[in-house]
């Protein structure tokens, strides 16, 4: 009795882990899914590779493991064609969408990219104008002081001539009042001058 009890304590602590698990069938085309838990019982359909079932119970002595489907069916299947992981349909399909992923991230900064170059070499033709216009300003500012200093000098010129002149004419005066003077200091001699009439009283 107890080794009975024990048998069947150890079959249930066995069979515990299996129960309502999440499994994928292999890659096959499709296996058969038997009424019972061998292939002594009858088909009762079949079930597509890569699909995702619930395994609800199992039996060790045929190695059938009982599934449940999303649309409520259900049957035994051979455990060796349960595995833990998605099939190659399904990963190729978690590949597929990975890949979409990247390639929408990949677009997105691509746009960006080239939105940040768009807006950089706008920058730089605006940059590229203004420095244009400020070189335009310098020449024409280069010009004005070239044509100022030349003001200037034209200015100092007429300045120095007419200093020249004013020196001149002062010289010519000098001179001519210095001419003045001798002709008089020549002349006032050679002037005979009247004699002075003695006032006598009457």
């Given at each position: 009795?107890?080794?009975?009890?024990?048998?069947?304590?150890?079959?249930?602590?066995?069979?515990?882990?299996?129960?309502?698990?999440?499994?994928?069938?292999?890659?096959?085309?499709?296996?058969?899914?038997?009424?019972?838990?061998?292939?002594?019982?009858?088909?009762?359909?079949?079930?597509?590779?890569?699909?995702?079932?619930?395994?609800?119970?199992?039996?060790?002595?045929?190695?059938?493991?009982?599934?449940?489907?999303?649309?409520?069916?259900?049957?035994?299947?051979?455990?060796?064609?349960?595995?833990?992981?998605?099939?190659?349909?399904?990963?190729?399909?978690?590949?597929?969408?990975?890949?979409?992923?990247?390639?929408?991230?990949?677009?997105?900064?691509?746009?960006?990219?080239e939105t940040?170059?768009?807006?950089?070499?706008?920058?730089?033709?605006v940059q590229?104008?203004?420095?244009?216009?400020?070189?335009?300003?310098?020449?024409?500012?280069?010009?004005?002081?070239?044509?100022?200093?030349?003001?200037?000098?034209?200015?100092?010129?007429?300045?120095?001539?007419?200093?020249?002149?004013?020196?001149?004419?002062?010289?010519?005066?000098?001179?001519?009042?210095?001419?003045?003077?001798?002709?008089?200091?020549?002349?006032?001699?050679?002037?005979?001058?009247?004699?002075?009439?003695?006032?006598?009283?009457?």
């Open positions: 009795m107890v080794r009975t009890l024990s048998a069947a304590l150890v079959s249930l602590v066995l069979a515990f882990p299996a129960l309502a698990q999440t499994r994928y069938i292999s890659d096959d085309l499709y296996v058969f899914m038997h009424s019972g838990p061998s292939n002594q019982y009858r088909i009762v359909g079949t079930v597509n590779a890569g699909t995702q079932i619930n395994q609800v119970d199992y039996n060790q002595e045929t190695e059938y493991a009982k599934i449940t489907l999303d649309n409520g069916r259900e049957g035994w299947v051979e455990a060796k064609f349960l595995n833990r992981s998605p099939g190659l349909a399904a990963q190729l399909e978690q590949v597929k969408s990975q890949l979409e992923k990247s390639e929408t991230a990949l677009k997105q900064q691509r746009e960006q990219i940040a170059s768009a807006d950089r070499v706008q920058q730089i033709e590229q104008q203004q420095i244009e216009q400020l070189q335009a300003s310098n020449d024409q500012l280069n010009e004005r002081l070239q044509q100022v200093t030349e003001q200037n000098v034209q200015i100092q010129r007429e300045l120095d001539t007419k200093d020249e002149s004013v020196q001149m004419q002062w010289f010519i005066n000098g001179a001519g009042v210095a001419a003045g003077g001798l002709i008089l200091g020549l002349i006032l001699p050679l002037i005979p001058r009247r004699k002075k009439r003695d006032n006598q009283w009457m």
